[in-house]
């Protein structure tokens, strides 16, 4: 019996064809909108009248941005947009506060005033009730505020746009970025990594771009700059405000000039600002900390002209693990020039960050009941306004150096020692915040 004729070719199985993938055409979609978020969206709408009145009035601005990555951010944002709109670069200032000197002291009142300005924008630099920040002169003067800080009261006379009581709670960078958004068509191809590299120089990585309220387009800028390079950045833009010698305005130049994160990491001045400050975090790490009978607090004291205070807070926040811990806590005695004044930070235990946010402790409410206990009545009279100041899950502040928060302590126990020698062998931190 002759062999069975094979099978045609035309009737052979054909190769398997590689199929491309779809492309991903989510961003180009509408961006879904969430009433008043990141801020009411009364006060947005104010914002924009502001800048806009800016710039057809030809007034003298002055920019005050805080001087971390997330305020610098902002300050870069609102300064494209004022030159987007045809402010002439000669009319706009940037101010830079002295180091651990806050907005609303006199000093930093009459350096404002020394600009001769008559618009104040005012980015990042939390809020307290008290006299304007510039004399509005009959309203010849006026100031506007963007930020994310907890705070019911604002200084007199000044227009507030504050994310923080809109949740999730945005940065003052991303507030400002959407803001400024459709105020000009260049704030999206020139701002939007400047306002993720704020985003991350308060949140790290944990944003999750096209869901809830956070922009989906967002999502894409993160993509392509990629977010080792922004953090690297917000690691650069840091580490000035943190030195003794505190040559911010050196991360002001930088982000100012840069096309993109890449430009900032190689710049020499942050370099060796970052080098420095890394030195005295791992000289500053090695403090043992002591912890509240209630078991809720962990403190640590230490010595240094660097703010590496929230530095080592971060840090150990991630490494002790106690049932009860809710708060880190690092007091730095020698950070204020005065020598007057402990400078603290407090950041909420890891774990329970991956609590629901309504089920988080407050650690300013905490603050505040330990300060309740202090028999000195008038300590917080003298304090308060300085004091548990910032969000919910990362405070801080500053103390008159006596008398101290009464928080009643103990030493460090025994079981911690294992855990204590392995952040002193140095681990990476997750970023410096």
Not at 72 to 99: C, D, F, M, Q, W
Not at 284 to 292: D, E, G, L, M, R
Not at 413 to 429: E, H, K, S
Request: with cysteine; net charge positive; charged share 25%.
């Amino acid at each position: 019996m002759a062999k069975r004729k094979s099978e045609s070719a035309s009737s052979s199985p054909s190769k398997r064809v590689k199929r491309e993938p779809e492309p991903d055409t989510s961003d180009d979609e509408p961006e879904q909108v969430f009433p008043n978020w990141p801020a009411p969206q009364e006060q947005i709408d104010m914002a924009r009248v502001f800048i806009r009145e800016c710039v057809r009035d030809k007034h003298k601005v002055v920019i005050v941005p805080d001087k971390d990555a997330d305020g610098l951010s902002s300050g870069r944002i609102i300064y494209n947009t004022l030159t987007a709109l045809g402010h002439p670069p000669e009319l706009i200032s940037v101010h830079l506060l002295a180091k651990a000197t806050p907005l609303f002291e006199d000093t930093e009142r009459a350096a404002l005033d020394a600009y001769g300005a008559t618009r104040a924008i005012v980015l990042d630099q939390g809020s307290r009730a008290g006299p304007p920040i510039l004399d509005p002169l009959g309203g010849i003067v006026q100031t506007l505020i963007l930020d994310h800080h907890q705070s019911d009261d604002f200084p007199q006379a000044s227009k507030v746009v504050s994310a923080c009581k809109s949740e999730p709670i945005a940065t003052t960078s991303l507030l400002t970025y959407l803001t400024c958004l459709p105020l000009h068509e260049s704030v999206r191809g020139e701002c939007d990594w400047v306002a993720v590299l704020g985003v991350i120089g308060d949140l790290g990585g944990e944003v999750k771009w096209g869901t809830g309220p956070w922009p989906r387009h967002l999502r894409e800028t993160e993509r392509r700059w990629t977010k080792k390079a922004l953090g690297d950045a917000v690691s650069m833009l840091n580490a000035p405000r943190r030195t003794v010698e505190y040559n911010v305005r050196d991360a002001w130049t930088a982000l100012l000039n840069a096309k993109g994160p890449a430009d900032i990491a190689p710049n020499r001045e942050l370099i060796a600002a970052r080098q420095r400050v890394n030195v005295e975090v791992e000289r500053c790490t090695h403090a043992a900390p002591k912890f509240s009978k209630d078991g809720r607090v962990a403190l640590f004291r230490i010595q240094s002209g660097y703010q590496v205070h929230p530095v080592i807070a971060t840090r150990w926040a991630g490494y002790l693990l106690a049932k009860k811990l809710q708060m880190v806590m690092v007091v730095n005695t020698s950070y204020n020039p005065s020598g007057k004044h402990a400078h603290f930070s407090c950041r909420i235990s890891a774990p329970l960050r991956k609590l629901p946010e309504g089920e988080r402790p407050s650690l300013i409410a905490l603050l505040r009941e330990y300060a309740g206990r202090i028999p000195d009545l008038g300590f917080l009279e003298r304090n308060g306004e300085s004091f548990a100041k910032g969000h919910k899950e990362a405070t801080g502040g500053m103390l008159l150096i006596v008398p101290c928060l009464s928080i009643p302590l103990k030493t460090c126990a025994d079981r911690t020692t294992g855990r204590l020698r392995a952040a002193r062998r140095g681990d990476a931190d997750r970023r410096q915040a």
